[in-house]
T-cell receptor, first 112, second 117 residues
Framework: GQQLNQSPQSMFIQEGEDVSMNCTSS?????WLWYKQEPGEGPVLLIA?????ELTSNGRLTAQFGITRKDSFLNISASIPSDVGIYFC????????????FGQGTRLTINP | DADVTQTPRNRITKTGKRIMLECSQT?????MYWYRQDPGLGLRLIYY???????NKGEISDGYSVSRQAQAKFSLSLESAIPNQTALYFC????????????????FGPGTRLTVL
């Protein structure tokens, strides 16, 4: 099945650094969602994007819906230890499809 | 209390056994989903249900079946478990609602770790 190309697959950073990750596809998507998953838990929705070019923030997290509708970006500023986890992008091709397509995830590790 | 609960949280079983994973939600959502997560593959959709009388196959439905017993309950069955069904299984919910924007947001349960020996 189709998946989104998410990169990087893993990141090892120092506490306080900014983080950037992205998701790309050869297809157009109408909705982009970003989730975070911690060990032993299910994915938790961080940010939802519905419009090309949209830039949305949630605390230190900022996500953007790419103008081409084929990509999305997530940035985390001033990382802290509790940001550790796996971040997933997910896309919906059209309203009502309800079939989320997921990226493979970005595993974030932070050195204190 | 959690909005989406899954039972059991962990299960070890043997090849050929029948297994049922259960999902309950108190969010009042009408749509429910079952996903499977394998390392490096993200989440893949097994089955989804838009209401009690609606069941749809997802990307990887072979070897699985589901039952939507009520709006709040959606169970996943493995009729004859095999080792390559060892994975994390997640239930998710969403709301169709009257706002076209928000029914795309899916909310996940804590997951069931299934091991088939």
């Amino acid at each position: 099945g189709q998946q989104l190309n998410q990169s990087p697959q893993s990141m090892f950073i120092q506490e306080g650094e900014d983080v950037s990750m992205n998701c790309t596809s050869s297809s157009i998507f109408n909705t982009w969602l970003w989730y975070k998953q911690e060990p032993g838990e299910g994915p938790v929705l961080l940010i939802a994007l519905y419009k090309a070019g949209e830039l949305t923030s949630n605390g230190r997290l900022t996500a953007q819906f790419g103008i081409t509708r084929k990509d999305s970006f997530l940035n985390i500023s001033a990382s802290i230890p509790s940001d550790v986890g796996i971040y997933f992008c997910a896309g919906l091709k059209f309203q009502g499809a309800q079939k989320l397509v997921f990226g493979q995830g970005t595993r974030l590790t932070i050195n204190p | 209390d959690a909005d989406v609960t899954q039972t059991p949280r962990n299960r070890i079983t043997k090849t050929g056994k029948r297994i049922m994973l259960e999902c309950s939600q108190t969010k009042g959502h009408d749509r429910m989903y079952w996903y499977r997560q394998d390392p490096g593959l993200g989440l893949r959709l097994i089955y989804y249900s838009f209401d009690v009388k609606d069941i749809n196959k997802g990307e990887i439905s072979d070897g699985y079946s589901v039952s939507r017993q009520a709006q709040a309950k959606f169970s996943l069955s493995l009729e004859s478990a095999i080792p390559n069904q060892t994975a994390l299984y997640f239930c998710a919910t969403s709301y169709s609602g009257t706002s076209g924007r928000y029914y795309n947001e899916q909310f996940f349960g804590p997951g069931t770790r299934l091991t088939v020996l």
